[in-house]
């Protein structure tokens, strides 16, 4: 099962492992390395 999650996160091109390492590793890169929400944003409407 590992040599599976490893093999995804490496396909994927992202680092595996907790929130609080991967938190940590942000803190430490200045980068997102969390997956951001998928898809456009949500249109904002302004008034009636």
Do not use: H, Q, Y
């Amino acid at each position: 099962m590992a040599f599976a999650a490893l093999r995804r996160a490496e396909s994927i091109g992202r680092p595996i492992g907790n929130t609080d390492f991967l938190d940590r590793l942000e803190d430490l890169t200045d980068a997102t390395l969390k997956p951001a929400p998928r898809g456009r944003k949500a249109k904002v409407v302004v008034g009636n």
